[in-house]
């Protein structure tokens, strides 16, 4: 049974919390055959917390770019591809078999079972293409100030930081469960060969995953398995990261109704203005002109196809409701 996988890390200025997420790497209870960390031109510590990982462990390796201006969209596709091609290619030099190949966001917390419990996911299903746990949200930093007022050295692998995971300072993430997230996702290899790997495009996850959906595989999201997010959508925070959302909706193709039924959806919930932020993000290209993906398959999923599966999901949760 082929358990061995290799991931791809890309990350600008996270000098306050990659060391982090090397600790949640570093503590996986099924260890990562290669972690290529791609350092897209940083101006703080992030380069030598890199360097220093890779020093004391062999399967950790850095790649680093020149500065770019802009981070995310279809950039930020850029730097993990350049990320997948290291890794790709040094595996192939050293005869290196790997079954899977996982992203993970430089400002992600994963529990010490995560790609364990991923991978005895794919094995129960080979259909089952891309995976993820569930996100969740909040302040790392002012969490770890907390408990450590009662345990001085307590740190983020801790069973005390975890068990804080159903309490009311971490938001949990609520979305479809065939909607694996983007920030810690994993496919298998033949599943990545065969939807043409990560697309130069925005929001190439969603991309990722309809391209799975049209080869015939399944995409989930588990519940069960817990990563922590630095608390706002992007590193930027929320308001441009609901922008940024509303952006790739318009490139991928997004209805403008489902646009605008999104940006009420968003506006009900917290931070109030993330409905504003988000339609703003999809409107500023439609009027200005811009071109969407040049992509049949994504267009056509995404006006035909996504909109029939809202109504399925949405008709199944008004039957749970009248159900209880």
């Known amino acids: 049974m082929n358990r061995r996988y290799i991931v791809v890390t890309p990350c600008r200025n996270e ?31 992030t380069p030598e917390i890199i360097r220093e990982a890779a020093q ?20 930020l596709a850029y730097v993990c591809n350049k990320g ?16 899977y190949i996982a992203l993970v966001d430089a400002d992600n917390i994963l529990e010490a079972r995560y ?5 005895e996911e794919f094995e129960k299903d080979e259909k089952l293409g891309i995976a993820s746990g569930n996100n969740a949200w909040t302040d790392i930093e002012k969490l ?23 309490s009311s300072v971490i938001q949990i993430g609520r979305g479809r469960e065939d909607l694996p997230i983007g920030s810690a996702r994993m496919w298998r290899r033949e599943c990545f060969e065969e939807t043409g790997g990560y697309a130069y495009v925005h929001a190439p996850d969603s991309v990722s995953n309809v391209k799975a959906k049209v080869k015939g595989w399944k995409t989930k999201r588990f519940k069960h398995i817990k990563l922590i997010e630095r608390e706002g959508s992007t590193a930027e925070g929320f308001w441009r990261g609901y922008k940024n ?28 203005y ?32 996504r909109p029939a599966e809202l109504k399925t999901f949405y008709k199944e949760k008004i039957k749970r409701v009248f159900k209880k």
């Open 84 to 99: 997948f091609e290291f890794a790709r290619g040094y595996c192939d030099r050293e005869g290196i078999p790997y079954e």
């Open 115 to 119: 790609f364990e419990k991923l991978i």
């Open 144 to 166: 770890l100030n907390e408990l450590r007022k009662t345990k001085k050295d307590v740190s983020v692998m801790d069973s005390e930081f975890w068990q804080m995971y159903d």
């Open 15 to 45: 000098a306050k919390n990659l060391p982090k997420l090397v600790q949640s790497m570093v503590s996986q209870t099924l260890r990562p055959l290669l972690w290529v960390i791609v350092d897209d031109g940083s101006t703080d510590r």
């Open 245 to 272: 959302n509303g952006e790739s909706d318009f490139f991928l193709w997004y209805p403008l109704y489902l646009a605008l039924l999104k940006a009420i959806k968003y506006t009900f919930k917290k931070p109030y």
């Open 274 to 305: 993330s409905g504003i932020a988000y339609l703003l993000g999809y409107l500023k290209p439609r009027i200005t002109g811009k071109k969407r993906i040049n992509d049949v398959e994504i267009q056509r999923y995404y006006q035909l196809i």
């Open 56 to 75: 004391k462990y062999e399967w950790i390796k850095g790649v680093y770019l020149q500065k770019s201006e802009e981070y995310m969209g279809a950039h």
